[in-house]
C-alpha cells in the first residue's frame, strides 16, 4: 500500500495546471479555443458575472488569475499541440 505524501501534491497541482491550460472551451463565442487564448476581458466578464459550476468554472477562475497577474507567458510552453483536451478529460 502506497502512502500519500506531500511529494505528490506538486505533480497533482502540476497535472491539473496542464488540463487547465490545455481545456478547450465548450460553448459560446470561443467554443473550441484553449482556456489559455481566451481574451482577458471574456474572463473579466465571467469575473463579474460568475463563473459556471464544476471544473470548468473552477479553471475559468484560474485562468483569470492568470492572466491578471501576467503569468500566461511562463504557462505558454504546457500548451499541447492538438488535440485538445476534450470535455470528458476536462470533468476529471
Same mark, same amino acid.
Given at each position: 500500500? =502506497?502512502?500519500?505524501? =506531500? ?5 497533482? %497541482?502540476? %497535472?491539473? +495546471? ?7 472551451? /465548450? &460553448?459560446?463565442?470561443?467554443?473550441? =479555443? ?6 482577458? /476581458? ?13 471544473? +470548468?468554472? =473552477?479553471? *475559468?477562475?484560474?485562468? &483569470? ?5 501576467? +503569468?500566461?507567458?511562463? +504557462?505558454? /510552453?504546457?500548451?499541447?499541440?492538438? /488535440? $485538445? *483536451?476534450?470535455?470528458?478529460? $476536462?470533468?476529471?
Amino acid at each position: 500500500m =502506497r502512502i500519500r505524501g =506531500r511529494s505528490e501534491r506538486p505533480i497533482a %497541482e502540476h %497535472e491539473e +495546471l496542464v488540463r487547465t491550460v490545455n481545456q478547450t472551451m /465548450p &460553448y459560446g463565442r470561443f467554443k473550441g =479555443r484553449k482556456l489559455i487564448d481566451l481574451p482577458e /476581458p471574456y474572463l473579466v466578464w465571467f469575473k463579474n458575472n460568475g463563473f459556471p459550476a464544476g471544473s +470548468l468554472g =473552477r479553471r *475559468l477562475a484560474v485562468m &483569470y488569475e492568470i492572466k491578471l497577474n501576467g +503569468l500566461e507567458p511562463m +504557462l505558454r /510552453p504546457l500548451v499541447v499541440a492538438e /488535440p $485538445a *483536451l476534450d470535455m470528458e478529460e $476536462a470533468h476529471d
